[in-house]
C-alpha cells in the first residue's frame, strides 16, 4: 500500500528535496557574504535580498508544485518544478550581480507558476467533473500537459 502512494508522488518528493538543498545553498551563500564582507555592503544585501525574495515565492511553488502533481500528473509538474528550480537560480545568480540581471530568470520563473497553476485549476475542474457529471478527460487532459510542459523550456 505504502510503495503504490510513494510511486506516485515520488517525482514530486525529489523535487521538493532538491528545493531544500537549494535553498541551503542560498542560505549558505548569505552566511558566506555577511562572514567575508561584513553584514553593511551593498554585496550581502544583494544576496540577502535575493535570498528573501525567492524564499517569498517558495511556499507558493510549493503548493501548486504539489497540488499539479496530485490532482493531475506527477511527471510534467515535477519536470516544471526542475525548470522552476533553474530559473530561481538564474534569478539568484543574477541578482548577486546586478539587479537587472536577475529579470529573466523572474519572468521565466513566474511563467512556470502560471504552468503550476493552470495544472491545478485544470486537475481540480477535472475532478468536479468525475464527481458530479462522470466524465473523466484525465487522460486527455494529462497528455496535453506532458507535451505543453516542453512548451516551458521555449525563452
Known amino acids: 500500500m505504502l510503495s503504490v502512494v510513494v510511486e506516485h ?3 514530486l518528493v525529489l523535487v521538493t528535496l532538491i528545493s531544500v538543498l537549494q535553498n541551503a ?3 549558505t ?4 557574504e555577511g562572514k567575508e564582507h561584513h553584514a553593511n555592503t551593498s554585496a550581502f544585501e544583494r544576496v540577502s535580498c535575493a535570498n528573501r525574495n525567492c524564499m517569498d515565492s517558495y511556499p507558493t511553488f510549493l503548493a501548486v508544485l504539489w497540488c499539479a502533481g496530485l490532482c493531475l500528473n506527477q511527471a510534467p509538474a515535477a519536470f516544471a518544478g526542475l525548470v522552476y528550480l533553474v ?3 538564474k534569478y539568484f545568480v543574477g541578482y548577486m550581480g ?3 540581471q536577475s529579470t529573466p530568470g523572474y519572468m521565466f520563473g513566474k511563467r512556470v507558476l502560471s504552468f503550476l497553476f493552470l ?3 485544470v486537475g481540480i475542474f477535472n475532478l468536479l467533473l468525475v464527481r458530479y457529471f ?3 478527460f484525465k487522460d486527455t487532459v494529462e497528455t496535453i500537459t506532458t507535451a505543453a510542459s516542453v512548451l516551458l523550456l521555449i525563452p
Open 9 to 11: 508522488i515520488f517525482l
Open 25 to 27: 545553498f542560498f542560505a
Open 29 to 32: 551563500k548569505v552566511e558566506r
Open 87 to 89: 530559473a530561481r537560480q
Open 98 to 100: 546586478q539587479t537587472s
Open 119 to 121: 495544472m491545478c485549476i
Open 134 to 136: 462522470g466524465n473523466d
